[in-house]
């Protein structure tokens, strides 16, 4: 008589449950932490961006040669690929005065499988900072 008293129980017992629900949920609460490095991969690359135009419109303040310009936003955005960024130096005249501004596009990869069929396959980040010529023409 104990052993089907023992068996009944074992039979009532949730131990398993928690296993069961942990199984359950854990594929959602994977994904969301996926999303969220994504996301906070983006936005670090925004910041870099971001400063890294403000540094090349300060050295387009300073000189006239975008080779100079460009190499500053290069150097600002380390971390970053090189590859996947376009800079782009807007400053017709070059006189003092005038402004200078600089734009970065970086395309950021989606390093999550399964989000290219989602969303596209890169995302776009763009920065841009416009400051005035202080000095006309050096180099």
Same mark, same amino acid.
């Given at each position: 008589m104990?052993?089907?008293?023992?068996?009944?129980?074992?039979?009532?017992?949730?131990?398993?449950?928690?296993?069961?629900?942990?199984?359950?949920?854990?594929?959602?609460?994977?994904?969301?932490?996926?999303?969220?490095?994504?996301?906070?991969?983006?936005?670090?690359?925004? &910041?870099?961006?971001?400063?890294?135009?403000?540094?090349?419109?300060?050295?387009? $303040?300073?000189?006239?040669?975008?080779v100079?310009?460009?190499?500053?936003?290069?150097?600002?955005?380390?971390?970053?690929?090189?590859?996947?960024?376009?800079?782009? $130096?807007?400053?017709?005249?070059?006189?003092?005065g005038?402004?200078?501004?600089?734009? &970065?596009?970086?395309?950021?990869?989606?390093y999550?499988?399964?989000?290219?069929?989602?969303?596209?396959?890169?995302?776009?980040?763009?920065?841009?900072?416009?400051?005035?010529?202080?000095?006309?023409?050096?180099?």
């Open positions: 104990k052993l089907a008293l023992i068996d009944i129980k074992r039979l009532t017992s949730s131990r398993g449950q928690s296993t069961v629900e942990f199984a359950l949920v854990f594929p959602f609460l994977l994904i969301i932490f996926l999303l969220f490095a994504q996301a906070v991969m983006v936005l670090r690359a925004q &910041i870099i961006v971001t400063g890294a135009a403000r540094e090349a419109a300060r050295k387009g $303040v300073e000189t006239a040669s975008d100079l310009i460009k190499g500053a936003a290069y150097k600002a955005s380390n971390g970053l690929d090189p590859n996947r960024m376009k800079v782009e $130096v807007i400053c017709p005249h070059r006189k003092r005038e402004p200078v501004t600089v734009r &970065i596009n970086y395309r950021v990869p989606l999550i499988p399964g989000l290219q069929h989602l969303f596209p396959s890169e995302v776009n980040v763009r920065g841009e900072s416009t400051m005035r010529v202080e000095n006309e023409g050096k180099v």
